[in-house]
């Protein structure tokens, strides 16, 4: 297996190729267009880039089709050690995937320390779990100061994988995601949606989901670690709250939402991994343990 990962990108959903990741800003979108992934103005449409045809291999779940990608191409990296189902190592994921019709689903979190020394790719967010649409804050190897960053991830439906602009964060900066629907697409058949953080428009992401993959469901809280040597922020935990779920004209809102968690999990000092602290669907809390 190959260790050459220099045209590859790390991404929440683990190593995929350059070739299938893409960089939007708040005006643009990458869509399917009769067959081939462009780059289109979102107010005019009209299209900027072309990047040939789309996948059709690329309608599986984003983490499931980035594993295929690494699987093909016999790539490996030592410092990513997903886990046999397509989640990571040292992962702690929580998800309600009973729930459809959702208008928006967010979240509020406090940016935890900095990690200690030697860590590689960590990844803390909420989101869609049925559609790969997640506002990410992420750490990654390089930068000397570990500082804390925002980004915006996607995953389109025989495109690939979409970000937007990043933004540095400070500890103890509170941030919220969301993500939303906006409706059908204008001028075509499939569905749209923002991801977002709030209070920073420039960052906003909007996603075509092609009919053919239809509407986003479910809700995710997930926290990702990828490393062989992972070191942790110093903090005890970081406690996503403020969930709240709002559901589209006709559909009634749950009142709870029901948590599990999946992935393979690390012993933290506190013998805790996630803590379901409220399962409320307007006021909830989910906590990761780093210690």
Partial sequence: MSTDTS????????????????????????KVVDGRVVKAELESGRVIAEYGE?????????????????????VGDPDWQPAAAGYPLNGYYTSDDSITRIQSFSTTWNVPSKPRPGFTYLYLWNGLSGGGLQPVQKWTKGRDTHQPWIVNFAYVSGAGYVHGPDKDVAPGEEVTGRVRYIGR??????????????????LDLTVVRPKKQGPADGVVQCWEAYSDQPTWPTDTKVGMRKIALTMQAGTPLPPDLKWGSSGKHVETPSGKNIEVVNTSSTSGEVDFYFQ
Avoid at 56 to 62: L, S
Wanted: charge should be negative.
């Fill in 185 to 202: 697409e204008q001028g075509g058949d499939g569905y749209v949606y923002t991801v977002s953080f709030v209070g920073h428009p420039e």
């Fill in 54 to 74: 789309a996948d059709p291999e690329a309608g599986h779940a984003p983490y499931e089709y980035a594993a295929q990608l690494r699987e093909q191409a016999g």
């Fill in 7 to 30: 045209q590859w990108v790390h991404t929440p959903f683990g190593l995929v190729p350059e070739s299938k990741v893409f960089r939007v800003n708040s005006h643009e979108t990458i």
